[in-house]
Nanobody, 124 residues
C-alpha cells in the first residue's frame, strides 16, 4: 500500500507564510509528477502547482510568484512554500502523486494517489 501524508497546514494572517510537506511511503518503485491541489468550500478542486521527477514546475496563475513547489526524490517528499498568503488562498490543500508500484515482478503499474488533505486558513 502507498500513503501520502501531508503536514504543515494551519492558520496564518494575510501576508504570512506556511510550508506544506507531503511524504509518500509504501511499495514505491518511483514517483513521477507530484503536485498540490486545493479546494475551497463550494469550489472545485484546482491545481496549485506540480513538479516533474526532473524538476520541471507548473503553477496556477493565482499563485505564481508567491508559491514555490520543490521535491526531494531521495525522501519521496514534495513541498509547497507559500508566501504572501491571501484570504482567498484559504482551502483544503491536497497532495497528489503519480507513483509506479510493483504488481508482481517484473510488472509495475502507474497509479495516481491523493493525500488526506490539510487545512490552510488565511485571516484578513
Amino acid at each position: 500500500q502507498v500513503r501520502l501524508v501531508e503536514s504543515g497546514g494551519g492558520l496564518v494572517q494575510a501576508g504570512g507564510s506556511l510550508r506544506l510537506s507531503c511524504a509518500a511511503s509504501g511499495n514505491i518503485l518511483s514517483i513521477e509528477t507530484m503536485g498540490w491541489y486545493r479546494q475551497a468550500p463550494g469550489n472545485q478542486r484546482e491545481l496549485v502547482a506540480d513538479i516533474s521527477r526532473i524538476g520541471n514546475t507548473n503553477y496556477a496563475g493565482s499563485v505564481k510568484g508567491r508559491f514555490t513547489i520543490s521535491r526531494d526524490n531521495a525522501k519521496n517528499t514534495v513541498y509547497l512554500q507559500m508566501n504572501s498568503l491571501k484570504p482567498e488562498d484559504t482551502a483544503v490543500y491536497y497532495c497528489n502523486a503519480d507513483i509506479n508500484v510493483s504488481v508482481g515482478s517484473p510488472w509495475r503499474r502507474l497509479i495516481n494517489y491523493w493525500g488526506q488533505g490539510t487545512q490552510v486558513t488565511v485571516s484578513s
